[in-house]
């Protein structure tokens, strides 16, 4: 079996990040087969991945902050994302094919409210929201124009649909746009790859352009662009290791519902993973993600580390 025949893991080309200053996140990953160099069979893969996003530090610029504490402004704390990503790809033939990809996240937020005590200062109330929900469900199509014995190229296109919640409230109100499970957008999805292995070693490039079409309830979200660079290498017939290098650049939010002066941001992380055959068609794998730069608009939460782990299997 080839190398890139031990690294199943579908999901879709599109790297994910975080949306904004309250945290709303997902890993900024590709780990999908035909970026990556596989030349797959027709087929259905089935892919699950859990991530782990733990958003604690307030960001100004590159550099962690305190909180401004402003009289009748509110300062983030803290937002846990835990996000089970499925993905079903349809490979139609070896030039194409399709993926759609259902977010389930689990999101736990709370900030302080520093409300006006009338006397000068503030009275720091805190709030929170902890819910779940299905995000914005994508559709991807591919084509691959180009193939030889060692390295292919290819285009995707698709829509990402406003399949997620935008009404998620606590007891009183609604969480913030950035916060929801939904963008309440249609955004296009435009990207180009190219990979190439010999032997045991194999390396990928893609880039990434999502751009809002329709919005909702006068919030639009920022353009994203994105690029990851990618190695591999087959230790064992059944062990690879990988490392991706994964930049995004994200333009403000605009809108009444949204706040641009604390939204966009620049990201560069690191990315080292594996992934292990355990039968036939059937692989696990993990990758610890870690910022080696950050740069955000105004005050944002940004994470550490993050890890994302999964198994995909083919039919």
């Given at each position: ?6 690294l ?6 599109v ?9 709303g996140?997902?890993c ?5 087969w ?7 069979k027709p ?5 699950v ?28 704390v803290h ?6 990503l499925?993905t ?5 033939n070896p030039d ?18 520093n ?5 000068g ?11 779940s929900?299905?995000g914005?469900v ?5 084509y ?6 060692d390295s292919?190229?290819?285009i ?18 609604e969480?913030?746009?950035?916060l929801?499970?939904g ?9 180009a790859?190219?990979?190439r292995?010999d032997?045991?070693?194999?390396w990928?490039a ?6 809002t079409l329709y919005?909702?309830?006068d ?5 994203k ?20 290098l994964n ?11 949204a ?11 690191l990315s080292?993973?594996?992934?292990y055959?355990?039968?036939?068609g059937?692989q ?10 950050q740069?955000?608009n105004?005050?944002q ?15």
């Open positions: 079996m080839k190398f890139f025949q031990k199943a893991l579908a999901t879709l080309f790297p994910l990040a975080a949306q904004a200053s309250c945290g996140a997902f900024n990953l590709s780990t999908d035909d970026i990556q160099g596989i030349a797959s087929g259905i893969r089935l892919d991945r859990a991530e782990f996003i733990n958003l604690d530090q307030l960001r100004h610029g590159t550099h962690t902050v305190a909180p401004a504490g402003e009289v009748n402004e509110h300062d983030e937002t846990l994302n835990r996000n089970l499925t079903l790809d349809w490979n139609i194409w094919g399709v993926t759609f990809k259902v977010p389930l996240l689990s999101r736990a937020h709370k900030h302080i409210f409300a006006d005590n009338g006397a200062g503030t009275d720091p109330e805190l709030e929170k929201w902890n819910f929900g299905i914005d994508q559709a991807i199509a591919r691959r124009f180009f193939s030889s014995k292919n190229a290819g995707r296109f698709g829509l990402k649909l406003p399949t997620g919640s935008i009404h998620k409230k606590n007891s009183e109100e969480a913030e746009r950035t929801q499970p963008s309440g957008s249609v955004d296009s999805l435009l990207g790859y190219y990979n292995h032997g045991n070693i194999g990928f893609q880039g990434t352009w999502q751009q919005q909702r309830n919030f639009r979200a920022g353009t662009l994105s690029a990851d660079v990618g190695l591999s290498y087959s230790a064992t017939p059944d062990l690879s290791l990988m490392l991706q930049a995004l650049h994200k333009f403000k939010d605009s809108g009444a519902n706040e641009p002066a604390d939204s966009g941001s620049s990201t560069l992380s080292p993973g594996l992934s055959r355990v039968t036939t059937t696990v794998y993990g990758f610890l993600q870690k910022p080696i730069y740069y955000v105004g005050a939460l940004t994470a550490d580390w993050s890890v994302a782990f999964g198994v995909n299997t083919s039919f």
